[in-house]
């Protein structure tokens, strides 16, 4: 039996697909290291990420000895700029500062070539909170049809490991790039060639999004996809990307307010949906995110007022008449 955190993650990332209880006990009261840029700002905490090329997601490298996030940070390359430094604090705090960095996708434990043991953006909230994600496989349900896949996209059936997660075949499309064993950990049902199979909901995100019509019904079922997924750094990016779009940028502006939102990050999205309906004031969900976010800061007249404001040009809108 391992003992200590970093062995914990050194054994979960040589076996994916294990049982991750005692990584999770472990890190509730563990102190981890990050990477930080000394920025201007000493209030500030600039924490190293690496994008991911295909989803676009930022992941933040975590480590559970000061040793190794200091190898990693001489080993690193960043663009000139502030010296990569180590900085170790309770995970618990460090997690919660992680989901409020614009495009969070995730942690990597203890990154080395070989890979990392992988926590994703559900992982880490529940950590943050002092609990225990539960234990894998995650299922997550994708109820609209999905469209915008091209017939013509590579699927292969098979089983990651028959004793692992729900009964039924499984199925991954092999030409999305990124596939990984740890993509397993979260499956979503989907019906494939008359067939119901469970799909690693990472790998379809990445198939989805690798493939070559970006038409408009395409990012649309990729953002709602993402959404129902709790993939919300990745729906971030897709959300930047549309609006450099002139004819996808009130969808894009709606569809960001509603991301912050269900990130927590309700200050950022009340900000934004206010800016926002100065240039989409036609974009109903923009009305609905405001009202939302006013209300879960417990701002009720605020949340009402948006509320009427959004009525008088959507009157039959079913979240604001809750609020009017």
Wanted: hydrophobic letters at 45%.
């Amino acid at each position: 039996m391992p003992n200590g955190l970093t062995e914990l993650c050194a054994a979960a990332r040589s076996s994916p697909l294990a049982p991750r209880n005692a990584v999770y006990e472990a890190l509730r009261g563990a102190e981890v290291a990050v990477i930080r840029a000394d920025g201007d700002d000493p209030e500030y905490l600039e924490l190293w990420a690496d994008r991911d090329p295909v989803l676009g997601g930022l992941w933040i490298p975590v480590f559970s000895d000061l040793g190794l996030a200091k190898d990693f940070a001489t080993g690193a390359r960043r663009p000139a700029g502030p010296a990569l430094q180590p900085v170790n604090g309770p995970a618990v705090e460090l997690f919660r500062a992680a989901l409020l960095v614009p495009c969070f996708a995730g942690l990597r434990l203890d990154p080395i070539k070989e890979g990392s043991t992988r926590l994703e953006r559900h992982d880490v909230f529940a950590l943050a909170d002092g609990l225990c994600p539960n234990e894998a496989p995650d299922i997550h349900l994708f109820e609209e049809p999905l469209v915008g896949m091209p017939e013509e996209t590579l699927c292969r059936f098979g089983e990651a490991d028959p004793s692992y997660g729900p009964d039924g075949r499984r199925a991954v499309f092999p030409g999305a790039p990124g596939l990984s064993m740890h993509d397993f950990r979260c499956l979503s049902p989907l019906e494939l060639g008359g067939e119901a199979a469970w799909v690693p909901c990472r790998n379809l995100a990445a198939a989805l999004a690798s493939a070559p019509d970006g038409a408009p019904e395409r990012d649309d079922c990729l953002m709602e996809l993402m959404v129902s997924f709790g993939m919300l750094g990745e729906a971030e990016v897709l959300c930047r990307k549309l609006r450099a779009e002139p004819a996808r940028r009130p969808w894009a502006l709606g569809q960001l307010g509603r991301v912050l939102r269900r990130a927590g990050r309700l200050a950022e999205s009340i900000a934004h949906c206010r800016a926002a309906l100065e240039e989409a004031p036609g974009e109903a969900r923009l009305y609905r995110s405001l009202a939302l976010a006013h209300a879960e800061l417990d701002e009720m007249e605020e949340a009402a007022a948006v509320a009427r404001r959004g009525l008088a040009v959507f009157p039959d809108e079913p979240t604001l008449r809750r609020f009017a």
